[in-house]
């Protein structure tokens, strides 16, 4: 059974760090691109960051471009958000899922492979002081 | 960036009877949608890719159409655990993708 389990959330004051962790199990990790999706608190879904299999690539929201750094460790069979200079606006639970690929597909019929899916059960992160 | 707006914002239907939530998208994304529902402290779940694929192990009463920027999901035969919140998400670029803003379905 594949299954995410988020860690690394809590309580960090405007301007702080914090780094959450993803770890994976019950798939081929190093075979698949990751994704970081959050839930600000009454708000819906919005992605945040993405990472191909091999981490040599690596995307982002423009909200949070320049703040949050994406990355992985295969060996580990986890992947991380590094998140810098918090906003109270980055308060939310944070979703790790998989993509259905490594990297960017495009099917014949010209549809890509982009949904996500399984995802874990989250992490809360509160920013205030 | 791709914009999804999903309507109606709450849906308020009866046990036994269908559900048709919409999303349209600002921009033509082929079928690139898929659909999720999401119920409170659990992990989203992914009910729908490429527009109209069932996901192995959902039922068949959930359902998708559509192509470019007008797509639907339709329930039947609603029963109670289907209540929840329903999001579309566009993936036309890779790790470029939106979300709707999200439909609550609930109990009439």
């Known amino acids: 059974e594949v299954q995410l389990l988020e860690t690394g959330g809590g309580v960090v004051q405007p301007g702080g760090s914090l780094r959450l962790s993803c770890t994976a199990s019950?798939?081929?990790?190093?075979?698949?691109?990751m994704s970081w999706v959050r839930q600000a608190p009454g708000k819906g879904l919005e992605w945040v960051s993405g990472i191909r299999d091999n981490g040599a690539s690596t995307y982002y929201a423009e909200t949070v471009k320049g703040r949050f750094t994406i990355s992985r460790d295969n060996s580990k069979e986890t992947v991380y958000l590094q998140m810098r200079s918090l906003r109270a606006e980055d308060t939310a639970m944070y979703y790790c899922?998989?993509?259905?690929?490594?990297?960017?597909?495009?099917?014949?019929?010209?549809?890509?492979?982009?949904?996500?899916?399984?995802w874990g059960l989250g992490t809360q992160v509160i920013v205030s002081s | 960036e791709i914009v999804l707006t999903q309507s109606p914002a709450t849906l308020s239907v009866s046990p036994g009877e269908s559900a048709t939530l919409s999303c349209r998208a600002s921009?033509?994304?082929?079928?690139?949608l898929a659909w999720y529902q999401h119920k409170p402290g659990q992990a989203p779940r992914l009910l729908i890719y490429g527009a109209s694929t069932r996901v192995t192990g959902i039922p068949a009463r959930f359902s998708g159409s559509g192509s470019g920027t007008e797509f639907t999901l339709t329930i039947s035969r609603l029963q109670t655990e289907d209540f929840a919140v329903y999001y579309c998400?566009?993936?036309?670029?890779?790790?470029?993708?939106?979300f709707g803003q999200g439909t609550k379905l609930e109990i009439k």
């Open positions: 899922a998989k993509a259905p690929t490594g990297g960017p597909l495009q099917l014949p019929s010209g549809g890509l492979l982009g949904w996500l899916d399984p």
């Open positions: 921009q033509g994304i082929s079928s690139n």
């Open positions: 019950g798939f081929t990790f190093r075979n698949y691109a």
């Open positions: 998400q566009q993936y036309n670029n890779w790790f470029q993708y939106t």
